[in-house]
């Protein structure tokens, strides 16, 4: 099986910079997808991660060590559109159908 | 816009009734996914169809079906309805071990 945690909701000051953490533990890994959900909204790509190390996307990166199931999402210059909730999914084998977390809602403030 | 459809996008219907969900994947891909999201369960895999077939199944209720068409769009048919079957319901598409791409979603109230 999979299970999936990070925290539930966090707040930041506009301009900043948040990390959102992602622990997991799966029998199988498949890599770690980051996805962007706004309220009422499609969940929407943000990265994926199979190897450790940092991975740079414009004001988002993301970050995996495989060996302590550990992930987080790194935004940087924070704008008040980042208010959203931030979802990891593990991808099962073969199917490769994804398995959220309950997501981190992440609230922007002035 | 990702380029995958779903119809309707709202849905109001009665406990007992049955509902049928429409989802029209991005041009070129095979995998279609169905999601299901409430308030207290978070994101819920559903059911994938591979190129017409099923692939796999999640936490999928016996009073819920799908099926994917030779066009590769996939129709989602909820039955018996309940009121807690009340939740955003998500298809996605993707290219074999791709990113998914999510519809626009289907919010389904039972009353």
């Known amino acids: 099986g999979q299970n999936i945690d990070q925290p539930t909701e966090m707040t930041a000051t506009e301009g900043a910079i948040v990390q959102i953490n992602c622990t997991y533990q799966?029998?199988?890994?498949?890599?770690l997808f980051w996805y962007q959900q706004h309220a009422g909204e499609a969940p929407t790509f943000l990265s994926y991660n199979v190897l450790d190390g940092l991975e740079e996307k414009g004001r988002f990166s993301s970050f995996l060590s495989r060996s302590k199931g550990y992930s987080y999402l790194l935004l940087k210059e924070l704008q008040m559109k980042d208010s959203a909730s931030y979802l990891c999914a593990l991808p099962g084998a073969g199917s490769y159908q994804l398995t959220f977390g309950k997501g981190t809602k992440l609230s922007v403030i002035p | 816009d990702s380029g995958v459809t779903q119809t309707p996008k709202h849905l109001i219907t009665a406990t007992g009734q049955r509902v049928t969900l429409r989802c029209s994947p991005r041009s070129g891909d095979l995998s279609v996914y169905w999601y299901q999201q409430s308030l207290d369960q978070g994101l819920q895999f559903l059911i994938q169809?591979?190129?017409?077939?099923?692939?796999a199944k999640g936490n999928i209720l016996e009073r819920f079906s799908a099926q994917q068409f030779p066009d590769l769009h996939s129709e989602l048919n909820l039955s018996s309805l309940e009121l807690g079957d009340s939740a955003l319901y998500f298809c996605?598409?993707?290219?074999?071990?791709?990113?998914?791409?999510f519809g626009p979603g289907t919010r389904l109230t039972v009353l």
């Open positions: 799966t029998s199988g890994f498949n890599g």
């Open positions: 996605a598409s993707s290219v074999e071990r791709n990113e998914q791409f």
């Open positions: 169809y591979y190129n017409g077939e099923e692939r």
